[in-house]
């Protein structure tokens, strides 16, 4: 593997992943929240520039390939479970985050089984559209836990606030955060059923075989 500047990017991206898990454990709230967010959103942002980079200086590799969405996975399910950790268990944000972690288990294993044929599953532009709404969705019920840490003074239950009335940004931001969740879980589901339709015909040959 070459060290090149968009798969240092990559390898950087894969480290803050647990990093977003790590700032609870030695800050306090809402410090925790507010540099779990920015460590999310500045590794986010790595995802678009590393792939972009590595088209135009024409140093895609391998390496970058398979790590690209490994890294992607690993941040969207750490943040997941962090935010469902903190949810008080509400069902509203429990229930995407499942349809999330299923798929993406899901997909992983199918193209593990397929191995060399896996290209029938390549990355399709839905797919980059489902990760970017993973990933928006994310930072801002992050942002929300953190206002309303500021606001209530209380330990925030992500995805929960009083609306329409009376409503602060903290409720503002989850809700927000509550249906873009619920968005980018439709569009994993979407494309969790997509990748198994291409691969369907592929795992008939096999049980025939």
Do not use: C
């Not at 990093?19 to 995802?47: C, E, K, N, Q, S």
């Not at 969207?76 to 288990?105: C, D, Q």
């Amino acid at each position: 593997m070459k060290w090149t500047l968009p798969n240092t990017l990559t390898v950087l991206r894969l480290l803050a992943a647990p990093g977003v898990a790590v700032m609870f454990l030695y800050f306090h709230r809402p410090w925790a929240d507010w540099l779990a967010l920015a460590l999310f959103i500045v590794a986010a942002i790595t995802d678009y520039f590393d792939g972009y980079l590595a088209r135009l200086w024409k140093q895609e590799s391998k390496f970058g390939a398979m790590l690209d969405p490994i890294a992607d996975k690993a941040m969207v399910v750490i943040a997941i479970m962090v935010l469902t950790g903190y949810s008080g268990m509400n069902p509203w944000l429990i229930l995407p985050a499942t349809v999330i972690l299923f798929r993406e288990v899901f997909v992983s294993g199918l193209r593990e089984y397929l191995g060399a044929e896996a290209k029938l599953l390549k990355v399709t532009k839905l797919a980059k559209w489902k990760t970017t709404a993973q990933m928006v969705a994310i930072a801002v019920l992050f942002l929300g836990t953190g206002l309303d840490y500021l606001e209530k003074g209380r330990a925030p239950r992500a995805g929960e606030g009083d609306l329409p009335t009376g409503a602060t940004l903290a409720d503002t931001a989850n809700h927000v955060g509550l249906a873009l969740i619920w968005v980018a879980a439709f569009l994993t589901a979407v494309t969790g059923w997509d990748y198994f339709r291409k691969a369907l015909p592929f795992l008939r040959d096999h049980d025939r075989g």
